[in-house]
Nanobody, 114 residues
Framework: QVQLQESGPGLVKPSQTLALTCTVSGGSITTNYDSWSWIRQPPGKGLEWIGHITYRGSTYYSPSLKSRTSISRDTSNNQFSLQLSSVTPEDTAVYYC??????WGQGTQVTVSS
């Protein structure tokens, strides 16, 4: 069974870069035609897809966040990462990593505040 775990700072200052890592166990990020996603949920709002990286390493981003987003992977450690630059308080959310639509991490709270 695939398990995902998000990690990274819980507090980021405005204008800085948010950086999170998702560590995957129980399956490889380079096989099975899977896509590995980042999703977030701001307080009081619905889920927002940020982007994903495929098993081949191709990346796709939400048009509204594309200019500030980068998703990469470390295949040797079976991890994939999110970088979101120039953050504002509107980027405050619970951030999730996921495989496809069925397997999700528990989520990590990120607050943007000075």
């Amino acid at each position: 069974q695939v398990q995902l775990q998000e990690s990274g700072p819980g507090l980021v200052k405005p204008s800085q870069t948010l950086a999170l890592t998702c560590t995957v166990s129980g399956g490889s990020i380079t096989t099975n035609y899977d896509s590995w996603s980042w999703i977030r949920q701001p307080p009081g709002k619905g889920l927002e897809w940020i982007g994903h990286i495929t098993y081949r390493g191709s990346t796709y981003y939400s048009p509204s966040l594309k200019s500030r987003t980068s998703i990469s992977r470390d295949t040797s450690n079976n991890q994939f990462s999110l970088q979101l630059s120039s953050v504002t308080p509107e980027d405050t959310a619970v951030y999730y990593c996921a495989r496809g639509v069925n397997d999700w991490g528990q989520g990590t709270q990120v607050t943007v505040s000075s």
